[in-house]
């Protein structure tokens, strides 16, 4: 529609999906028709450029016939409001009168499924709704039936999970026949038994002796494996020749395979629906495409674990309001989560008031860790902003402490067969923990391991965020030592430091390694007292008397969480 702008992206909220081409981000561009032209506008969190006529470019207008190209995609802008297709005849109905139209017994059940579908919650009301549909199209059948076998405790299938009966008359007794039943499952293909026509009245083939045939039509589906549709009948008024038999099977496959289809279907959507609350909508389709990515396996993955600040001391000071409190940590796990789906991460648990969440899986990191930095940055402003703010119903009153770690670890599916999650295994993970509790030592809000860093000094812009050296540290439960650093906004950011300061803090912090404490101390005398990253250091130094340990190998050692 002219003026109305549409999202363009891999998976955005709304607008347009652009499914099949990764290297089209999340939300890549918006596009908008303004006077017969189409204006295209490339997003801030686009990763790949968009090209127009050969030449990467941010905002453009093509006129129709125009192209551009984003990743494998070409993007063409095509006017329809000329066509030359001239109209003969056109007629409109609604429901109803189609509905007055004559057509045959099956056309009829076909065109109620989608009602059908409406109306029930479960395999089973399906079946059953299916079961009068099976009985009017099948005029000369006595009785139908669907069932479900568990083939692998039941190989024999003599007792189904579920069977389902209907019959025309209330006083007959029916049972579908074992041996056509078997024919039908160890074969998988649609079998029709007729005794009369055979010259045989042996009536091992069915429990019903005034019953002459039967036919039975297997619902080809992994997700309805076992199940299958049943049909029986006499052909004693002459209405049932084998032909009309056959057309029946026929309809009756065609009605199994609706049933798998839709058994299908429902167990997708069940599946995204569990998967939607842990994991974005990139790696929801890509689960869906190749349900085997779900498979553990070792990579390289970005791991972020994120704790509320401010939770504890508010349920102990307002116990009698404790509703309230949890509905506020719900909003505030509700920004974790947003900001982890919105730069493609997969949330591994929720821990209280903490979420740990992770990148490189199912799909391969494109750029290291960068995603998670973002997502950091992104929770980061969201909470501060909040907490600055007077709107109760915010998440005012919570700060965040973040880690991020990356490495080498085991990501996929895992746990008992009972309970099945996706998690994230290996040492980055007890790294990545010990990292944001040392958030509150250092009394920041961001601090990553020394792969992090190096990432983002070599490819993340200034303009984007910064890093600020802290300390070398050998946190509780970690054999080596690590380089520990803050992420910091971009120096544009209201509130945030100054590149020169960052500077004069890191060379404090590299004196104090050297055991130069004395010029650590003067330097972190002069910066500002609101920087709180220095009190830690400054500590230190104080609760050894300012004297540089004789064993002094620049490392601190942390022996609690």
């Known amino acids: 529609p002219e003026g109305e702008s549409i999202r363009l992206g891999r998976a955005p909220r709304t607008g347009w999906s652009v499914v099949w ?22 997003l801030g969190t686009a990763k790949n450029p968009i090209f127009l006529n050969g030449d990467s470019v941010r905002e453009f207008s ?18 329809d409001t000329n066509s030359s297709a001239s109209i003969i005849d056109e007629q409109a109905y609604d429901d109803d009168e189609l509905s007055s139209i004559a057509q045959n017994s099956w056309q009829t059940v076909f065109g109620n499924l989608p009602d059908l579908i409406t109306r029930s919650n479960s395999n089973e ?15 000369h059948a006595e009785a139908v039936a669907v069932m479900h076998f568990d083939i692998a405790k039941d190989p024999t299938l003599r007792k189904p999970e579920m069977m389902l009966t209907r019959v025309r008359d209330d006083t007959m007794t029916f049972r579908p026949s074992n041996r056509l039943i078997r024919a039908t499952m160890e074969n998988h293909k649609n079998v029709l038994h007729m005794w009369n026509e055979m010259g045989s009245n042996d009536a091992q083939y069915t429990m019903v002796g005034n019953l002459d045939w039967a036919f039975c039509a297997p619902v080809n589906d992994r997700s309805c494996a076992g199940w299958c549709l049943y049909a029986a009948g006499s052909t004693s008024d002459g209405t049932a020749s084998r032909q009309q038999l056959l057309a029946d099977l026929r309809s009756t496959q065609v009605l199994a395979q609706f049933v798998g289809s839709i058994s299908q279907v429902r167990l997708l959507e069940h599946q995204a629906a569990e998967m939607a609350q842990y994991f974005s909508p990139t790696i929801v ?15 390289d993955v970005s791991v ?4 509320l600040r401010g939770f504890s001391w508010r349920v102990d000071r307002d116990k009698h309001q404790l509703r309230e409190i949890f509905d506020r940590v719900n909003r505030a796990l509700g920004v974790m989560t947003q900001n982890i789906h919105k730069f493609e991460g997969a949330i591994s648990d929720f821990q209280g008031d903490a979420a740990l969440a992770f990148w490189g899986w199912p799909q391969a990191l494109e750029d290291g860790p960068l995603s998670a930095c973002r997502a950091a940055l992104s929770m980061l402003s969201e909470f501060k902003e909040a907490y600055e703010s007077d709107d109760e119903s915010t998440v005012d009153g919570f700060q965040v402490g973040i880690g991020i770690g990356h490495g080498p670890a085991i990501a996929g599916r895992m746990g008992a067969a009972e309970q099945v999650k996706v998690g994230v295994f290996g040492p980055i993970v007890n790294m990545t923990s010990r990292l944001e509790g ?10 990553m391991n020394d792969v992090t860093t190096d990432f983002v000094k070599q490819h993340m812009s200034r303009d984007e965020a910064r890093c600020r050296k802290l300390a070398m540290v050998r946190p509780m439960g970690v054999k080596s030592a690590t380089m520990i650093s803050e992420l910091l906004p971009a120096a544009e950011t209201p509130g945030t430091v100054s590149d020169e300061e960052i500077a004069k803090h890191e060379e404090a912090v590299d004196a104090f390694i050297e ?12 910066l500002a007292v609101a920087d709180r990253a220095k009190d830690y250091l400054m500590w230190y130094m104080a609760n050894q008397k300012f004297e540089v340990p ?3 190998d620049g490392v601190l050692n942390f022996n609690t969480k």
């Open 125 to 139: 009301e399906l079946a059953s709704l299916i079961l009068e549909q099976m009985l009017f199209a099948i005029p």
């Open 285 to 299: 389709n890509a689960l869906k495409r190749d349900s085997s990515k779900l498979e553990p396996r070792e990579q």
């Open 62 to 79: 093509v006129q129709p016939g125009g192209e551009f190209q984003i990743g494998e995609t070409i993007f063409r802008f095509v006017d």
């Open 304 to 307: 972020l674990f994120c704790d």
């Open 550 to 552: 004789r064993d002094w």
């Open 21 to 42: 081409d990764n290297q089209v981000s999340r939300e890549h561009a918006d596009i908008e028709l303004t006077d017969g032209r189409l204006h295209v506008t490339c």
């Open 515 to 526: 055991g130069e404490w004395t010029k650590s101390l003067d330097i972190f005398a002069s």
């Open 438 to 447: 040392l958030t509150k030592h250092f009394r920041v809000p961001i601090i």
